[in-house]
C-alpha cells in the first residue's frame, strides 16, 4: 500500500472542564471531557472518507486536530510521514483546509468575497499582487459564482452560495486536503445537493484527499469512498463504503443505519434500534463503551473488556464483530410495513 | 369521510411588513385535516409551512398578520375568536411540539410540574391528581423512572428525554390535535427514530390528529399518510405520501425526490434544482417555481397556476403534471416504489 497522505496515531484530544484550585485542595480528580480517545486513522491521497457519528462524538474536534486548531493531548497528527503540531509554519498550514459547517457565522460579514480572498492570496503569497484579481475570479468560477459575486458582501448571498464562497476561500490556498465539517447540514435539500455535487467535481478536477464528517449517513453513503463510523472519542468501525451500508459489523453502526428515516412509506424499521442516549464523554462506561445501550452485550465480557478495532481492511470494534449472532438480534433494515 | 373535518383551512393568507415591503409569507393555503389523521407539512426554509402552522393556534410571530382566509377547528373560526378563546383552545384541544425543547420549555420549573400546569389550571385537577397525572403521562410517552425524572429541572435532562417531556405536556390537556413544528430536527438520528416511533405509537393510541411540519421528506413517509407540499407560500402539492412520492405530479415535489440523498437509491450524481427559491416581496408571474423549472412552457409565465385535481384525493398546482408523470415514469423516483 502507498504511504497514506496522513496518519492519526493514538490521537488522544482530552478537554479539562474543572481543575480548578478548589478541587485540587478539596483533593478532587479534576473533570475531564475526553472528546477524542484513542484514534488511529489513515488517509490515503486522492480518497474521500466520511467520518459519521450522532453529536458529541468527538468527529469535529478530530478536524479540528487535524488542521491545527486544537492542540492533540497525546498522540500524533503525521501528514506525508512527519509530525504536524498545532503550531504550524504557514507552508504547512497551507496544505490542510477546512469547511465549516454554518456559512453564515464562517465569513466575514465586514469584508467583501474579494477582500476575504484576496487576503489568504496575499498572506500567503499564493499569487503576485498583480494576479490577485484574476485569481479571485477563478476561484469563483471554480466553485460556480459569476465574477459578479466579487464585491458583494456575505448577507447579499443564499445559504448555499456563502457555502460555495467558504469552499473558495478554502482552495485559494491550494490545499491538498480538504476538511469538510457538516458542509451541507445548514443547507436545504435542493442546495444540499448542488453543494455535494460541487465537491466531488472539485476533487476529480483538483485530485483533492477530502474528509468528510458528517451526521448524515445517507449524505457519506453518496460522497465517500470510505467511511469510518466515531462514537464516544474512538473509531469503532471502518470499511468501504458499499461494504460498511451493506454488511454493518458493529452493533452502533446497524443501529445508526436502522434509525435512518426511508423516503419509502411504510417501510419502518420495526426493530426497536439503539436505545437510550449516549453516555457522557466525562464519565465513560467501562469496558466497550457502547454496552449500557448495545442490544448484544454479554455480561461481564462487554462490560469489562475494551474491545480492539478488529478485521482485515473492514475493522470494528466489538467482541462479537465476526461471530454468528442469535437471529433475533440481525437488525432488519427493511421491513414492508403491513 | 364520513366524520367532520377537524381542522378547516380555507384560502389562508398571512404577510410581514418588513423594510422592504410587505412579504406574503402564506397565500392562498387551503387543506382539511380529519379526526384521528397525520398530515405533513414539506417544505424548504422561507416555504411558509411554520407560519401556516403557528397561524393555526393563533401563535403568529411578531410582525405577521392574517389578512385573509378562515381557519377552523374544531368547529370553532379561530381567525374571528377573542384572545380568549384562542387560549383556551390552545390549553384543551389543540396543543404544540416545538423544534428546540430547552427553549420550549421553563428552565426554573421542575419538569413534573411543567406536565402538571395543564391538569390543574385547565381541567381543575387537584393538586394531588394533577401529579398522578404527570407521571402517568411521563410513563406513557417513555420516561424511565418517572418519579425521579418529575423533580428534574430541563437542562439536567437530555435532548431526547426534554423532546419527551415536551409530548407530555402537549398531551396533557387530553388534545384533539397536536402541532409538531420539526419536532426532531435538533435530535440525533437513534434519538430521532426513538421520537418518531414514539409519536406514531401515540396518535395511533390516543386517536389525536397530527399535523407535522418537516423539511425532511423521510421523516414526514414515516409519519403521516398525507402531505402537502409548500414552495414560495403555496401549496403545490397534496396526496397520499405513497403515491405522490411514487407518482409525483408538481415538478418541485420531484426536485425534492431526486435531490434527497437516499441509501436505497444510489445515484452517480444527486440531482439538484437550480437556482433559489423567489424573494417573496416579489414574487415571479404566473407559476412562483417557473424560474427554475424543467418543464417550463409560456403558458406557465402569462397567468398564475390554480391547484388542479389530478386524482383521487390529489392536487398538483402545475398546468404540466402529466409531463411530470411521464418523466417519472421513464426513472422512477424510488426504487420498487
Given amino acids: 500500500m502507498a504511504e497514506a497522505l496522513l496518519r492519526l496515531d493514538d490521537l488522544h484530544v482530552h478537554y479539562t472542564l474543572r481543575g480548578g484550585l478548589g478541587r485540587k485542595v478539596r483533593g478532587k480528580q479534576p473533570e475531564i471531557l475526553r472528546a477524542v480517545d484513542g484514534v488511529d486513522l489513515e488517509l490515503q491521497r486522492g480518497e474521500t472518507l466520511g467520518l459519521v457519528g450522532e453529536s458529541g462524538c468527538g468527529k469535529s474536534t478530530l478536524g479540528r486536530a487535524i488542521v491545527g486548531l486544537t492542540d492533540p493531548t497525546s498522540g500524533t497528527v503525521e501528514y506525508e510521514g512527519q509530525a504536524l503540531t498545532a503550531k504550524r509554519e504557514r507552508a504547512k498550514r497551507r496544505r490542510i483546509q477546512m469547511v465549516f459547517q454554518d456559512p453564515y457565522s464562517s465569513l466575514n460579514p465586514r469584508m467583501t468575497v474579494k477582500q476575504t480572498l484576496a487576503e489568504l492570496l496575499k498572506a500567503h503569497n499564493m499569487v503576485p499582487n498583480n494576479g490577485i484579481e484574476a485569481r479571485c475570479k477563478e476561484l469563483l468560477d471554480l466553485v460556480g459564482l459569476g465574477a459578479r459575486a466579487l464585491e458583494a458582501h456575505p448577507r447579499q448571498f443564499s445559504g448555499g452560495q456563502r457555502q460555495r464562497v467558504s469552499i473558495a476561500r478554502a482552495l485559494a490556498l491550494e490545499p491538498e486536503l480538504l476538511i469538510a465539517d457538516e458542509p451541507v447540514s445548514a443547507l436545504d435539500v435542493s442546495v444540499q445537493a448542488t453543494v455535494l455535487n460541487l465537491l466531488e467535481e472539485l476533487k476529480e478536477k483538483l485530485g483533492l484527499t477530502v474528509l468528510l464528517i458528517a451526521h448524515n449517513m445517507a449524505v457519506v453513503r453518496h460522497v465517500a469512498d470510505r467511511v469510518a463510523v466515531m462514537y464516544l472519542g474512538r473509531i469503532v468501525e471502518q470499511a468501504e463504503t458499499d461494504e460498511l451500508f451493506t454488511n454493518p459489523r458493529h452493533p452502533y453502526t446497524q443501529g445508526l443505519l436502522t434509525a435512518v428515516p426511508r423516503l419509502v412509506p411504510g417501510r419502518e424499521s420495526q426493530s426497536t434500534g439503539v436505545v437510550g442516549d449516549p453516555p457522557s464523554p466525562i464519565d465513560l462506561p467501562t469496558g466497550c463503551r457502547f454496552h449500557p445501550r448495545c442490544p448484544i452485550a454479554q455480561e461481564p465480557l462487554c462490560s469489562s473488556e475494551d474491545p480492539v478495532l478488529g478485521g482485515n481492511g473492514h475493522v470494528a470494534a466489538c467482541h462479537f464483530a465476526w461471530t454468528e449472532r442469535p437471529a433475533e438480534h440481525v437488525p432488519e433494515v427493511l421491513e414492508e410495513a403491513t | ?337
Fill in chain 2, 1 to 337: 369521510m364520513t366524520r367532520e373535518p377537524l381542522v378547516r383551512v380555507r384560502d389562508l393568507q398571512v404577510e410581514f411588513q418588513l423594510a422592504r415591503g410587505v412579504v406574503r409569507a402564506v397565500d392562498g393555503v387551503s387543506f382539511d385535516v380529519e379526526p384521528g389523521e397525520a398530515l405533513g407539512l414539506v417544505g424548504e426554509s422561507g416555504s411558509g409551512k411554520t407560519v401556516t402552522l403557528r397561524a393555526l393556534v393563533g401563535l403568529l410571530p411578531r410582525g405577521a398578520k392574517l389578512v385573509g382566509g378562515t381557519i377552523e377547528v374544531d368547529g370553532v373560526d379561530v381567525t374571528a375568536a377573542s384572545d380568549d378563546t384562542q387560549r383556551e383552545l390552545r390549553g384543551t384541544t389543540v396543543s404544540m411540539i416545538f423544534q428546540e425543547p430547552m427553549t420550549a420549555l421553563n428552565p426554573v420549573m421542575r419538569v413534573g410540574d411543567q406536565i402538571a400546569e395543564e391538569p390543574l389550571v385547565r381541567l381543575g385537577m387537584s393538586r394531588s391528581a394533577a401529579k398522578a397525572r404527570a407521571l402517568e403521562l411521563m410513563a406513557l410517552v417513555g420516561i424511565p423512572d418517572p418519579k425521579r425524572r418529575a423533580d428534574a429541572y430541563p437542562h439536567e435532562l437530555s435532548g431526547g428525554l426534554r423532546q419527551r417531556i415536551m409530548i407530555a405536556i402537549a398531551l396533557s390537556g387530553d388534545p384533539k390535535l397536536v402541532l409538531c413544528d420539526e419536532p426532531t430536527t435538533a435530535l440525533d438520528v437513534t434519538i430521532q427514530d426513538q421520537i418518531l416511533k414514539l409519536l406514531r405509537q401515540l396518535q395511533r393510541e390516543l386517536d389525536v390528529s397530527l399535523v407535522f411540519v418537516s423539511h425532511d421528506l423521510a421523516v414526514i413517509a414515516q409519519t403521516c399518510r398525507r402531505l402537502a407540499v409548500m414552495y414560495a407560500g403555496q401549496v403545490v402539492e397534496t396526496g397520499p405520501v405513497a403515491e405522490v412520492f411514487r407518482e409525483p405530479r408538481h415538478p418541485y415535489t420531484l426536485g425534492l425526490l431526486r435531490a434527497v440523498p437516499d441509501f436505497e437509491i444510489v445515484r452517480d450524481k444527486l440531482a439538484s434544482i437550480p437556482g433559489a427559491p423567489p424573494d417573496l416581496a416579489s414574487p415571479p408571474p404566473g407559476c412562483r417555481f417557473h424560474p427554475r423549472c424543467p418543464f417550463v412552457q409560456d403558458d406557465c409565465i402569462a397567468n398564475a397556476v390554480p391547484l388542479i385535481e389530478v386524482g383521487d384525493h390529489r392536487a398538483a398546482r402545475c398546468l404540466h403534471h402529466e409531463r411530470v408523470v411521464e418523466d417519472v415514469r421513464r426513472e422512477p423516483v424510488i426504487a420498487g416504489g
